[in-house]
Each structure stands twice: as structure tokens, then as C-alpha cells.
């Protein structure tokens, strides 16, 4: 479980990031909402911890424009404690607000209801992994044996095709159909080339096998 802590104090970010490690979770700590924004552009996180009073954006705004491209849930701490405030942060995205101080185990607690709401599960999702290939449609994160693996949005949008039904040979027509859209006119070697990058950014080309005159399918590599 990756969690992002967006904080600029420094020592209450350390204090968060201490206690997240102590309960099991990885964090990744920015003191900056733009440092959150680039980061989340090509990272994925599973939690975001938002504080409001950052130096570069007010927080609430940082919510609002996490949450127009990604679903990642969102808990805010600040010490911003009027009912106004906490009704905004919730209003605008955030799944929940805890006021500062607060305690380690509070937050931790949070946390957990958060994604228990969310039917978020570390052990569930390690269930519905194939052969050490997961990926996790929430927050767009395709994992190899533990290892995150860098795709292109059409790249990973062909591989999710395939990664929902393992072993169906997906017609090339409906591959196109369903990544470039119906109204996809140009060569079918464009979706030959994203196949090939797939394959090597998986590290074996076994894991995408070729049914000559009809499509692809995923592979079983043990």
C-alpha cells in the first residue's frame, strides 16, 4: 500500500511518514502541491494525505484538481477545524478530514475505514494477481512481480483488455475498436507496435501471445 503524504512541515510530515511505516505502509512525501500534481502524473498511489496549508496552492484547490483525473481516495489534515471548512474539503473530493493534532493511530484508523468503504484490500488485491501480473484499475498501476511497470495510456488500455478475460483471444478489430475507437481508419500495424513495446517493457514477449489471422491474447508465463 503506497500513500502519499502532501505536507510542507517538515516535522509533521516526518511524524506521519514514521507512523505510516510503523502500521505497514509505504510513503512518499512532497512539501509542494505542484510537486503532488507532477508526481501523480506518472506514480501511482493507493492514499493521499492532504494537508490545506501548502505554500504554493490551497489545499482545497489541490483536492478539487486530484480529484477531477484520479480516484485515489483523499483523507485532509489540517488544522483548519470550523465546520465550513471540514463540510468544503468533503464537498470538494476528499473521502475524509481530520483535524490537527491528532494521533498516529487516529489517523491510522481512518485510513483503514477509508478503504474499507472502498472495498480496498491489500490481500484482496494480491488475490487477483496472474502469474505476478497485477493491475490495479483505481488509480492505473500496473505491477510486475512486486515492480511497477511504465506504460503509455494506450498501452496500458491494450493490456487491460487482455488482462480482463486471461486466455480470450481478442480480435485485432475489437482491440482497435475499443482503444482507438470506431472511428479508427489507420493501419493495423499501429496496434502491433504497442504490442511489442508491452512485450518488452514486461520482459517476455511469451506474456502476449499472437493467434495468427485473429488477434491477441494474454500468456500464460510461469
Known amino acids: 500500500m503506497r500513500i502519499l503524504v502532501v505536507e510542507d512541515d517538515l516535522a509533521i510530515a516526518a511524524g506521519i511518514c514514521e507512523g505510516l511505516a510503523l502500521s505497514n505502509f509505504h510513503s512518499e512525501h512532497v512539501t509542494l502541491g505542484a510537486e503532488a ?10 492514499f493521499i494525505v492532504l494537508d490545506l496549508g ?7 484547490q489541490l483536492c478539487q484538481e486530484i480529484r ?13 477545524d470550523t465546520e465550513i471548512d471540514r463540510v468544503l474539503g468533503l464537498e470538494l473530493g476528499a473521502d475524509d478530514y481530520l483535524v490537527k493534532p491528532f494521533s498516529m493511530k487516529e489517523l491510522v484508523a481512518r485510513i483503514r475505514a477509508v478503504l474499507r468503504r472502498q472495498n480496498i484490500d491489500v490481500a484482496e488485491v494480491k488475490a487477483h494477481t496472474t502469474h505476478g501480473l497485477f493491475i490495479d484499475e483505481r488509480v492505473h498501476r500496473v505491477m510486475l512481480n512486486e515492480l511497477e511497470i511504465s506504460l503509455t495510456n494506450t498501452e496500458y488500455e491494450i493490456l487491460t483488455m487482455l488482462y480482463s478475460d486471461p486466455g480470450k ?23 502491433d507496435a504497442h504490442v511489442a513495446s508491452i512485450r518488452k517493457k514486461l520482459g517476455d514477449a511469451n506474456w502476449i501471445e499472437s493467434v495468427r489471422g485473429v488477434g491477441f491474447r494474454l500468456g500464460n508465463v510461469s
Open 37 to 46: 500534481l507532477a508526481l501523480l502524473t506518472h506514480t501511482s498511489f493507493d
Open 54 to 60: 501548502l505554500p504554493d496552492i490551497d489545499g482545497q
Open 68 to 80: 477531477k483525473k484520479y480516484s485515489t481516495p483523499i483523507i485532509i489534515v489540517s488544522a483548519r
Open 169 to 191: 483471444t481478442f480480435k485485432r478489430h475489437d482491440i482497435l475498436s475499443e482503444v482507438w475507437g470506431n472511428n479508427w481508419f489507420g493501419s493495423t500495424k499501429t496496434l
